[in-house]
């Protein structure tokens, strides 16, 4: 039976029934605290290991064979940009830029029509077709849409066995033609294009060269000298490993020195984003644990072993040292060769110190980053994470890192799974979120089923209290009528 909230018993049963289902949903309300916290934890460890995969990439780059053995090209003029490749070879060379690359262009200046796309009034061809000769000497005849130029380029640009391509171009006031550019630069292009010669069957007169094709050409020495020529501004091999692009030519009394050496420079930097990287994590990790103040909420993973010891192991690396790179054997400190760690615990990394060892002696600065030895099981020549022993301090970060992150493989048992621990913890929290959003959905269920029985309970004491007011009237009706 249905009632109206309170009409009885003069409160709100609504309310009463809400105030109670507070009380049953305590527990319900615990576990959605506890989730809460739980996501902050995940978002948490998810942060520290993204900064850790940034230290894994920075420190594969610091450490890696191809970052040492980059070369950086320079050139004293803007007349030649040169670029090296990893392993070229280290060297100058002098040389004059005598001429730029030019492409073979011929022009139909002895005719014209008055119209690109008059095929009646001026056509191009005095027929329906006309002749062409292809890459490989042989003759084909196009037939164009019309007679009109436009008509002809289409033609000429739909045949892709030509060496050349075609443009309806004005050579004066009511006056076009037809230019015909080569498809590729150099004398060998020009060439075959003077070899194929120009199409015949059109009524435009005979063509002229407008443009010589011609190679680049670089002239090497004074007394003897000899020339290197492209058929692009693009030399490859003038020194090995280093490409040339001439970008103008030079005057007889002018000149370009290009000089090839190691590349220090971008060996700093990337020295510099393995410091970079390091810190934003310790930076991140410090964030996360941080210990609660007055004025400083406490982070999510504070008080969390794993994370404490992630800090130590990185700033690990640097304590240790490089084995056996100092005097006699000992460990050397990484100082030497510009990386340490302030008084607030984060790494600095100067340049300039760097600069002077890798100077001095490149191959021993290159070791305090990128030596490590091998273990007996693992494939040697191959570093291999936390299994082999690092001994740079890139090998060192690289390893600390990826144990932490996405794991490293055991070439021992290559079948074993490959879990970091922040994967590990990860994984961990986000099965208890899900066992935690269960037992919340059981409790909707519980709630749902306590609210309908609060609901019927309240609703038939209204109704009882109804019987005995209406029982109460009839009685007191009755007593009145007695009297």
């Given at each position: 039976?249905?009632?109206?909230d ?8 609504t309310?009463?029934?809400?105030q109670?289902?507070?009380v049953e949903?305590?527990?319900q ?9 739980a996501?902050?934890?995940v ?9 850790l995969?940034?230290?894994a990439s ?8 191809d970052?040492w053995?980059?070369?950086?090209a ?8 040169v ?9 100058s060379?002098s ?12 022009t139909?200046?002895?005719g014209?029509v ?15 077709t006309?002749?062409v000769?292809?890459?490989d000497?042989?003759t ?15 033609a ?31 004398q060998?292009a020009?060439?075959?294009?003077d ?11 005979a063509?002229?060269?407008t443009?010589?094709?011609?190679d ?5 020495g ?7 020529t ?5 030399f490859t091999?003038?020194?090995?490993g280093?490409t040339?692009t ?16 190691a590349?220090?420079d ?5 020295i510099?984003?393995l ?26 993973l504070?008080g969390?072993?794993?994370i ?18 100092g005097?006699?054997g ?14 607030s615990?984060k ?16 191959a021993?600065?290159?070791?305090f980053?990128d ?7 693992g ?13 740079g301090?890139?090998?060192?970060l690289?390893a600390?890192s ?6 490293v ?5 290559p ?12 994984q961990?929290?986000?099965?208890s ?18 609210k ?11 109704v009882?209290?109804?019987?005995m007011?209406?029982q ?12």
């Amino acid at each position: 039976m249905a009632s109206i909230d309170g009409l009885i018993t003069g409160m709100s049963t609504t309310d009463t029934i809400n105030q109670l289902m507070k009380v049953e949903a305590a527990p319900q309300t615990a576990l959605k605290a506890k989730i809460t916290t739980a996501n902050k934890v995940v978002s948490a460890y998810q942060s520290v290991n993204s900064r850790l995969s940034s230290i894994a990439s920075a420190a594969k780059a610091a450490g890696s064979a191809d970052t040492w053995g980059a070369m950086k090209a320079t050139s004293n003029s803007t007349a030649a940009v040169v670029s090296a490749q990893s392993g070229a070879a280290a060297g100058s060379m002098s040389f004059r830029v005598e001429k730029l690359a030019a492409t073979h262009v011929m022009t139909f200046a002895a005719g014209s029509v008055t119209s690109a796309t008059d095929a009646t009034g001026s056509p191009a061809i005095a027929g329906s077709t006309f002749d062409v000769t292809l890459n490989d000497g042989t003759t084909k005849q196009l037939t164009p849409s019309d007679k009109s130029l436009q008509a002809v380029v289409a033609a000429i640009n739909g045949e892709q066995n030509v060496p050349y391509k075609a443009a309806a171009v004005q050579i004066g006031p009511g006056k076009y033609t037809l230019q015909l550019t080569a498809k590729e630069s150099g004398q060998t292009a020009a060439d075959k294009f003077d070899t194929a010669g120009v199409p015949t069957g059109l009524s435009l007169g005979a063509a002229s060269i407008t443009v010589q094709g011609g190679d680049a050409e670089l002239k090497v020495g004074t007394t003897n000298p000899y020339s290197i020529t492209s058929a692009t501004n693009t030399f490859t091999g003038v020194m090995p490993g280093v490409t040339v692009t001439a970008t103008k030519a030079q005057a007889v009394d002018e000149s370009v020195t290009v000089n090839v050496g190691a590349d220090a420079d971008g060996i700093a930097a990337k020295i510099q984003a393995l410091v970079d990287n390091t810190n934003t994590a310790l930076s991140e990790i410090a964030s996360q644990s941080k210990i609660k103040t007055s004025e400083v909420a406490a982070g999510p993973l504070v008080g969390d072993s794993a994370i404490r010891k992630l800090s130590q192991d990185l700033l690990g690396t640097i304590s240790s040292g490089a084995a056996g790179l100092g005097k006699n054997g000992v460990t050397a400190s990484y100082s030497e060769v510009g990386v340490s760690v302030d008084r607030s615990g984060k790494l600095t990394f100067d340049k300039a110190k760097f600069m002077d060892a890798y100077n001095a002696d490149p191959a021993r600065t290159q070791k305090f980053f990128d030596s490590y030895t091998d273990k007996p099981g693992g494939v040697a020549g191959k570093f291999e994470p936390g299994f082999d022993v690092a001994v740079g301090l890139g090998r060192k970060l690289e390893a600390v890192s990826l144990v932490a992150s996405e794991g490293v493989i055991d070439p021992t048992d290559p079948t074993k799974a490959k879990l970091g621990t922040m994967q590990a913890l990860i994984q961990r929290n986000t099965s208890s979120i899900k066992l935690l959003n269960d037992q919340v959905s059981e409790w909707d269920i519980r709630l749902d089923l306590r609210k309908s029985a609060l609901e019927k309970q309240f609703s038939g004491l209204e109704v009882a209290l109804g019987k005995m007011q209406q029982q109460s009237t009839w009685l007191a009706g009755q007593l009145a009528g007695l009297a």
